[in-house]
């Protein structure tokens, strides 16, 4: 889930080095400008974001580690598959993410455990200059693009008559033929 150092500069940013982190943790409500909330909602391909509202809390794990628990609000605009209309939705997710410093989970051997529940996922790798750092932002942004709806339509959205044409085959008979004699039709 965290962006490989070769990768461009998030749109919205929000570094925490566990280095510093209290031992009961810190909570933070992260708000990105507009500007941001631009720069995500061409990443995001929204036609709009006019809001995005991060509750984080970030505690210290496993002795080396952390984990991040994060709710996310927003309001969003998408483009409907059938009309290409504006479709405004909100959106709310929870999110886990549990971090280690990269040697923990790259000195783990295929078939050791990392003593994860089976609910739990892998944890991601520390990064920053001293790797004891994530970036919140980044994560939310990413878990808000896992939270959309990938087929947003309006309610009363049909495929008009004109685009669907009567004549030609659908590429799944085609492709039913292919494999029933090997032959398209």
Not at 78 to 107: G, H, K, M, N, Y
Not at 115 to 137: K, M, R, V
Request: charged share 30%; hydrophobic share 40%.
């Amino acid at each position: 889930m965290v962006k490989k150092a070769n990768q461009t500069a998030p749109e919205f940013s929000f570094p925490v080095d566990i280095a510093s982190l209290p031992q009961d943790g810190v909570r933070h409500v992260l708000e990105p400008n507009e500007k941001e909330r631009a720069a995500i909602a061409k990443r995001l391909e929204l036609q709009a974001l006019p809001r995005l509202s991060v509750e984080i809390d970030v505690t210290p794990s496993r002795g080396k580690g952390a984990l991040l628990r994060g709710r996310l609000e927003a309001d969003v605009v998408q483009t409907c598959v059938v009309s290409l209309d504006a479709v405004p939705a909100q959106v709310s997710d929870r999110f886990e993410v549990r971090f280690l410093p990269a040697e923990l989970i790259e000195d783990v051997s295929p078939g050791e455990d990392l003593e994860l529940s089976s609910e739990e996922d892998a944890p991601e790798p520390l990064g920053g200059p001293n790797g004891t750092s994530f970036d919140a932002g980044e994560v939310a942004v990413q878990y808000l693009s896992l939270a959309l709806d990938p087929y947003p339509r309006l309610p009363d959205a049909v495929i008009p008559e004109e685009a669907v044409s009567e004549g030609e085959p659908s590429p799944f008979a085609v492709l039913k033929a292919l494999k029933t004699d090997g032959k398209p039709q």
